[in-house]
């Protein structure tokens, strides 16, 4: 059978699909509603981009799903630039997508919601994370643009009323693509050096999209992990942005930041005056109790006569002599007896009044040794007889048993 065709493979076939497609849409921007969304443990994003006739399987890499400044979310409407690639494995065409924007205010709003909802999940804006501001800051960081409006503001306020206190500005876009992580990098300077009190970090009024760096949860993260107190001021009174949740204070104004930090010296020179003032009305009210108990006490009886107390006090002073006389007495008394009968024993006891009743100690020379036993001594030998009124020698003539 002969053949004028060639057949392909699947795999060629789907490779010959690939080169075309990727060829005639290198770099391509669609719109669509993602779906099916995963943000896979690996870094890597996985969603269907579609509308209401077709969809799109789309997949964004670790690498640019870094960048993004807000947090995808199934039903958000999105404007995604990328490659059309073919997985050939499966033979399905995708969009590989290199960038990712909201579209529009409505999908911007929804991923504020989006963010917010699960940061208040984690528990960041819960009470117990917040620090307090000190009431007296020597020096305050401040982490906005350096040619905004907002940095001559705070300068004027704390000029005013707080001129002691120490500014250090640590400039930083506060728009763009690239607000995000310089604010971070800012936070995370003054968290290494510690050389400030409290942080302020804020930028004027303007829209969500302008507002957006503050929104991005990289941002909230880091004011959350810092040790040092910071007070968000981002936008107008009416602005609300993540970083105000998640900071320990929230001011509606840079102006009113600045205001949290600088008690006034007008404020401060009152509430001394006020203390001033109550230390001097509680003196004089101890002084007068002070006074109205002195007045008690020389009103009594021993303050009027003196003396009586001294009788009393020298009656007391008579009876303690006396009973201390009667209790040494008694002691030596007692002493005395104990030594009478200790004599009388040591009397009995004395060898010489034994002497005197007639009897004698026998002990042998040289030795001097008392002879208890007749038989202590062999016939001649000599020894001593000691009496109670002498001594004489004598000599054993014989060998005699002992009874």
Not at 249 to 277: C, H, M, Y
Request: include cysteine; aromatic fraction near 8%.
């Amino acid at each position: 059978m002969n053949r004028d065709y060639h057949i392909l493979s699947v795999s060629e076939l789907t490779f010959q699909i690939k080169e075309l497609m990727e060829g005639s849409f290198p770099s391509i921007w669609i719109e669509g509603e993602m779906s099916n969304f995963l943000h896979h443990r690996s870094g890597h994003m996985y969603f269907t981009l579609k509308d209401d006739g077709s969809e799109l399987r789309s997949v964004m890499f670790r690498g640019n799903n870094q960048f993004l400044r807000f947090k995808p979310e199934n039903g958000m409407k999105i404007v995604a630039q990328g490659k059309i690639s073919v997985y050939e494995q499966r033979g399905q065409y995708q969009l590989m997508v290199q960038q990712m924007e909201p579209a529009g205010i409505g999908t911007l709003y929804l991923a504020f919601e989006a963010l917010k909802k699960q940061l208040s999940t984690e528990g960041l804006f819960d009470s117990e994370w917040k620090k307090e501001i000190p009431p007296f800051p020597k020096t305050v960081g401040i982490i906005t643009s350096s040619s905004g409006a907002v940095i001559q503001d705070i300068i004027k306020v704390l000029g005013r009323r707080a001129p002691h206190v120490q500014l250090i500005l640590r400039p930083t876009l506060v728009q763009g693509a690239e607000a995000a992580e310089e604010i971070v990098q800012a936070i995370e300077e003054f968290q290494s050096f510690q050389n400030v009190d409290v942080l302020i970090v804020g930028r004027g009024g303007g829209s969500l999209e302008d507002l957006w760096p503050f929104n991005e949860e990289k941002v909230a993260r880091s004011i959350h992990a810092c040790t040092i107190p910071i007070i968000s001021a981002v936008g107008h009174e009416t602005d609300i942005s993540i970083s105000d949740l998640v900071a320990d204070v929230r001011a509606p104004t840079p102006s009113v930041a600045a205001e949290l930090v600088s008690p006034s010296r007008e404020n401060l020179i009152g509430d001394l005056k006020q203390i001033f003032f109550d230390l001097n009305r509680a003196l004089e009210k101890q002084l007068q109790q002070k006074w109205q108990y002195l007045d008690q006490l020389t009103d009594r009886a021993v303050f009027q006569q003196p003396g009586r107390k001294v009788v009393r006090k020298r009656d007391r002073l008579e009876t303690a002599i006396h009973q201390l006389v009667q209790s040494a007495q008694y002691r030596i008394k007692m002493s005395q007896s104990q030594l009478e009968g200790a004599q009388e024993i040591l009397t009995v006891l004395n060898p010489q009044n034994v002497l005197e009743r007639g009897y004698s100690i026998a002990m042998n020379v040289p030795e001097r040794e008392i002879i208890r036993s007749a038989r202590a001594l062999g016939a001649g030998d000599p020894f001593e007889v000691q009496t109670a009124r002498g001594k004489f020698s004598a000599v054993k003539t014989n060998d005699m048993e002992e009874k």
